[in-house]
């Protein structure tokens, strides 16, 4: 008589599945765009204004200001502070290439600071020493969906006069001491790149501004500095937020709480499987700081022990998917290479890069498939280990 015990799953488990994510409010999403297809609106126009009124309701902030991509925010927000040649800004080097190019492409040099190795957030004890007379701002990345220690890069801000601008692309609906990423510093920036929690269907941003005066000239800015039309105060780029984009991103910020309680169950259950079993496995699992609520881009553990690479290798050869951000520091990228940080300079930063392995964390990852994830992983670590130790 055939057993009716369930055979353990062997199908593939992405790291994303932004098909899934989507597929609920497809029918919402494409009776909206056949909407403003059939308006003609493709820019600006309604849909724009309402998604940045509920964004910087959502952030607790007066001003929101839609862009065409978290890079162009961060472009955008050292313009509106006359940010160039001979200036420096202070940024994490473990973050995404656009956090520095932003400050690059103005002129301006890229100072870069280690992160705490245990938050993987800019470490703010070590803020100060890089502060010169040329320094104008400091660029606090809220990595992984988890906010940077922000008090003390504040104090440091205020002691200094300089401007803090919020990298919080992988961060909406993350808090620091109940406070909304986004509604601390002089501007916010947020990323709609689709892999993120607030994902949108291609490029997208918004910069966050408490200043009517600030978030003025960031809009102009984002519209080739112009304002009344084609009276041009100042040379500023093209970037908005397409019609698209925005009637997308207003149906699914309806969800994003709920999504990013998706993600928490999931990061839960990972500590409560793993933490007993992590030290054996030579891992390290993420967690959450104190008085900070996480939202979960990433689920980012460590793999010591050089083995990070091999690992990853099991993992793909049981289908399980998984990705490393970031496997080069950019303080280390060859186009940066002039700048003269040689190796060593960022230690925590470097064995970072040496040791992250992201897990599949997205808000449509059934149990089920999480634990096969954990299973492939306690595998993959133990014999890697095992190997090791031989």
Known sequence: ????????????VSLLDIGRGNAPLRDQVLRRLAEIYDAGCFIGGPDCKELERRVAEFCGVSHAIGCASGSDALLLALMAYDIGHGDEVICPSFTFFATASAVTRLGARPVFVDIDPVTFQIDPNLIAERITARTRAIIPVHLFGQCADMQPILDLASRYGLKVIEDAAQAIGAEYRGRPACSMGDVGCLSFYPTKNLGGCGDGGMM???????????????????????HHGEVGINSRLDTFQAAILAIKLEHLNGYAQARRTHADRYRETLADRSET?????????????????????????DRRDAVRDALKSEGVGSEVYYPIPIHRQECYRSLGWPAGSLPHTETACREVLSLP??????????HRVIDALVRATSARRARAAA
């Open 1 to 12: 008589m055939q057993s009716s015990k369930a055979e353990p799953s062997t199908a593939p």
């Open 208 to 230: 966050t501004a408490l200043d009517p005066a600030v978030a003025d000239r960031l809009r102009k800015l984002a519209n080739h500095g112009m304002h009344p039309r084609y």
């Open 281 to 305: 496995l030579g891992i390290s699992l993420p967690s959450e700081a104190p008085g900070c609520h996480h939202v979960w881009n990433q689920y980012t553990i460590r793999v010591h022990g």
């Open 361 to 370: 964390v997205y808000p449509e990852l059934t149990e089920a498939e999480q």
